[in-house]
């Protein structure tokens, strides 16, 4: 919740704000006072409708054997120009918070997983008008190239921390992954609110889908009555619910935790 916190006192922080480069170098401070982990910002410049624009993924590396494990957030917020304070509690927030509370659980095991996992943030996330070829998902299309066939896995959590938590994985992941996902939720006897969906979901597991590497997406996509709260004003501290993040977290390590056991 803190860090959902600190985040939420970050605004604005679209991509492209000094607020966005200001919530990278949160990350990566935090990122880095963690035990056996090495964090870099990678810095990289893309055309968006807007025109050419800087934009900053935060990368933070575990060692181990073979290839990664991707586990993934974005952290920008979606601009809108009638919310200047717009806190994107939830769509952005949470994911992070997510991410780097999974990454102290890591950082910290006594036996540490066998293979490597790299946490990364993904700036531009948000498109600045409708998605397209050069409008959003800059980050994670970035990243997707660079790790085109040396990546095992990549797995994506986005909207995880409403009250109402219910995880919906999209129909456009990859099935082995899905199978997992379940699996795990089931150990943790959260089977009722962790449910295989039928949309497909635009987001940033997406490029790594289309880039053949095997991409799950962790998101609730019913944030408040008919979605209302999303990409409005109302995404803010107050609907974030510190059980949802906890359950999120568990639910990415017990994923973790399955994949070492099969060897995935
Ligand atoms: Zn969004």
């Known amino acids: 919740m803190e860090m959902v ?12 704000t000094p607020g966005a480069e200001k919530t990278a170098e949160w990350i990566r401070d935090i990122a880095s006072s963690m035990h056996n982990v090495k964090v870099r910002i990678d810095s990289f410049s893309d055309d968006t409708p ?45 994911g992070v918070a997510v991410l780097l509370s999974v990454m102290k659980t890591v950082a910290s095991q006594k036996k540490p997983f066998p293979f490597p996992i790299h946490f990364i943030f993904f700036d531009g996330e948000e498109c600045q008008i409708d998605y397209s070829g050069n409008d959003g998902l800059h980050g994670s299309k970035k990243a997707a190239k660079d790790y085109t066939g040396k990546a095992r896995a990549m797995i994506l959590a986005d909207m995880v921390g409403d009250d109402d938590w219910n995880i919906s994985i999209p129909e456009n992941c990859s099935p082995e992954l899905k199978k997992i996902v379940l699996q795990a939720a089931a150990e943790l006897n959260l089977s009722d609110s962790v449910k295989q969906g039928s949309m497909q979901v635009l987001d940033d597991h997406l490029p790594f889908f289309e880039a053949g590497i095997p991409a799950v997406n962790l998101i609730d996509f019913d944030y408040g009555p008919g979605n ?8 803010k501290l ?4 510190p059980e949802s993040l906890g359950k999120t977290a568990d639910l990415i390590l017990k994923i973790l935790a399955i994949m070492e056991k099969t060897s995935f």
């Not at 054997?65 to 009638?82: C, E, R, S």
């Not at 709260?229 to 995404?235: F, I």
């Not at 107050?238 to 619910?241: A, R």
């Open 50 to 94: 807007a025109g050419k624009m800087t934009f900053r993924n935060v990368i933070a590396e575990f060692p181990g054997k073979g290839k990664p494990i991707i586990i993934g957030a974005h952290y920008d917020a979606k601009k809108l120009t009638l919310t200047p304070d717009f806190q994107a509690a939830n769509d952005g927030g949470s």
């Open 5 to 16: 916190k600190a985040q939420c006192e970050i605004v604005p922080r679209h991509s492209g």
């Open 238 to 241: 107050d609907k974030i619910n």
């Open 228 to 235: 209302a709260y999303w990409h409005t004003g109302e995404d």
